[in-house]
């Protein structure tokens, strides 16, 4: 769409001033955003940025790399675990707890890597499906993890409370400008790592990886540094993510969270990381706030219920969201495949050839 | 438990994953789209029997000749109206579309039956047993497996081998534009094979659901499993599909036994192995990747 005439416009972070103007007013809302909004709405802004920062991560890898996973509940949980356990069992201070977990996520992300270097496709989804659910058991399995108890999180700190730093972060508030702070740093690191040698190395490998070794890139290292890269995001995300819940258990992250985080992705729109923030912020609104109240809509909740009454049973109301997901899923690659982004395209191309 | 009796009760549970993975692989077979949906296909049509014989209390052969026509009305429909439409889908298209088929028919029916656990049974009493040798016994229920997947196989071969339908299916299988021009309709093959496999989907199902508990989940787990045991017989092949069903039954059967903590890993410990050592599975012709 538009020409690029040296290298520098092509990596530099952000391309126009227009683009430059409407990110920094949307950072500005997003900081501000607490003053004018009901508390409730902190709880799902931040339940959206944690899933932000996982949907980015994932499309780094579905997306950019054209790998594809079905398991990324698996890093998820690893890193909801590793910083809980981190911090309550070895006492280590939030910020390196978290980035260890998301580590050893990575490190993970590695493992399901390797043999990904020899599959492709179906069979990739369903290995990295059964990584999840294996995960997922494992975890489950465990007496140290809590087992299928669950785990209750500590209070989390950012200071070193063995020091005398202590800063703590209890509220939903105070937890929102942390999540903030951590996914802008994801996003803009998202953002380069995708104009870089390596970004330009997962595109290669996309679109073909016979191509792309060909002209020099180490399919082994990259395709595996794509799915750590990938998990590390997902760790993160995690670690986070059992912040916000207080405690969770193993059957929280479980296939349907993966299919969801997926769903993220592709209905936000491949390869692209406005369209995965896109794509997690509705999915995160429908599931956990339109379809999960569908009751509460004027009109037509009144509608549902009847329906429910007449035909269905009224407590399986709330299964009314994984229906809709799932024919929001079919609807995106039937009419739009190129999901949220490809509509924000056309919308552009219209707007700027009018009255063309 | 002695070994003859993880034996046979691993045979038949075997033919269970082999009958369903055989589901699985019928459309992967004509259509190269790996369908995640079919465990949930499964289970709906399965409780659409629970629900003929618990509500309309019609007797059980009425009940599974309804259930078929609907699985296969349903296999039909879900063809017709999510996969058709897509106009050159990638492979993550088609994955998104099955999945996404798998979560409405899964939201369906918790919002229509609940999520709780319901009780479904076959007419066949599994506590009646046999011992034709001494130390392996053998329940009515395996009998019932063995038999049905057994026919059922049977039917497969002498339909893709001598009927001018499974001929056709082979070949929009090997090349679809090819198929075309022969005059072969191809998107008629396609709902046969949706219809025929969600129809032994259906089968497979009621099997699982008489054995464990029936909920809106319970064909996840061997879904997996089924998916392993074709992977183990290559994707393509039924004759590979049942021998893989058969060592996936053993397998974990074994497996359980000497670490029960583990059994649920299994599936998923052999599709890595079986895909990193040979990706087209143990009797599948060697797998040829088109550039």
């Known amino acids: 769409m538009d020409m690029k005439r040296e290298y520098y416009e092509d990596v530099q972070l952000f391309k126009s001033g227009v683009v430059l103007f409407w990110s920094a007013a949307l950072l500005l809302g997003l900081f501000t955003f607490p003053l004018y909004a009901p508390n409730y709405y902190i709880y799902l802004l931040n339940v959206i940025m944690v899933h932000v920062i996982l949907a980015v991560g994932l499309n780094i890898l579905v997306g950019s790399t054209g790998q594809i996973s079905l398991g990324h509940a698996g890093f998820f949980a690893i890193g909801a675990y590793g910083t809980a356990m981190l911090m309550s069992t070895f006492h280590i201070p939030f910020v390196a707890a978290i980035i260890i977990a998301a580590f050893v996520a990575a490190f993970f992300g590695f493992i399901l890597g390797l043999p990904a270097l020899r599959l492709e496709g179906p069979y990739l989804a369903i290995a990295s499906l059964g990584f999840g659910l294996t995960i997922m058991h494992i975890i489950g399995a465990m007496k140290i993890f809590g087992g299928r108890m669950g785990l209750k999180t500590p209070v989390l700190d950012l200071g070193i409370p063995q020091l005398g730093l202590s800063l703590p972060v209890t509220n939903d508030l105070q937890k929102y400008y942390l999540i903030l702070i951590i996914a802008v740093i994801m996003v803009v690191g998202a953002v380069n790592i995708l104009k870089t040698r390596v970004g330009r190395s997962f595109v290669a490998i996309r679109d073909s990886d016979i191509a792309a070794e060909v002209i020099g890139v180490n399919l082994t290292i990259y395709k595996t540094l794509a799915f750590a890269v990938s998990a590390f995001y997902a760790g993160i995300a995690g670690g986070l993510f059992g912040f916000i819940l207080g405690f969770f258990d193993p059957f929280t992250f479980n296939m349907i969270l993966s299919i969801m985080f997926l769903v993220m992705v592709v209905v936000g729109g491949l390869g692209t990381v406005s369209g995965s923030i896109m794509g997690a912020t509705l999915i995160t609104y429908l599931q956990y706030d339109l379809f999960k109240n569908i009751a509460e809509v004027p009109y037509f909740g009144k509608f549902m219920l009847y329906i429910s009454d007449k035909w269905f049973t009224t407590v399986g109301l709330e299964n009314f969201s994984s229906m809709a997901i799932g024919l929001i899923m079919i609807g995106i690659i039937i009419f739009e495949p190129l999901g949220m982004f490809g509509i924000w395209i056309r919308f552009k191309k219209y707007w700027m050839t009018w009255p063309f | ?291």
């Open chain 2, 1 to 291: 438990m002695p070994f003859g009796q993880l034996f046979v009760e691993g045979l038949a549970i075997g033919a269970c994953y082999g009958l369903f993975a055989t589901a699985v692989v019928i459309i992967y077979k004509t259509s190269e789209v790996v369908n995640f949906a079919q465990g949930e296909m499964a289970m709906f049509s399965t409780f659409v029997a629970f629900h003929i014989l618990n509500f309309y209390g019609y007797p059980f052969w009425m009940a599974f000749l309804i259930t078929m026509l609907f699985s296969i009305a349903m296999g039909v429909l879900i063809e017709f109206l999510f996969l058709r439409p897509a106009k050159h889908p990638t492979i993550l298209g088609m994955i998104v579309i099955t999945l996404g088929a798998e979560m409405f028919l899964m939201g369906l029916a918790s919002w229509k039956w609940g999520a709780e656990q319901q009780f479904f049974a076959l007419p066949i009493n599994p506590s009646v047993t046999y011992e034709p040798i001494k130390g392996m016994i053998i329940n009515n229920w395996s009998i019932a497996v063995l038999s049905v997947s057994s026919l059922i196989m049977l039917i497969l071969f002498v339909f893709f081998k001598y009927t001018r339908l499974g001929t056709a299916m082979r070949a929009t299988q090997q090349n679809k534009n090819a198929a075309k021009i022969m005059g072969i309709r191809t998107e008629r093959v396609f709902s046969f094979a949706w219809g025929f496999s969600s129809l032994i989907g259906a089968i497979a199902g009621m099997f699982f659901a008489s054995r464990a508990t029936l909920d809106p989940a319970f064909m996840m787990e061997p879904f997996l499993r089924a998916f392993a045991a074709a992977v183990l017989g290559g994707l393509m092949s039924i004759p590979g599909v049942i021998i893989g069903g058969g060592l996936m039954g053993l397998i974990e059967n074994y497996f359980g036994y000497i670490w029960p903590e583990w059994k649920p890993i299994v599936a998923f410990i052999v599709i890595v192995l079986v895909l990193c050592i040979k990706p087209s599975g143990l009797f599948a012709k060697h797998y040829v990747k088109k550039v």
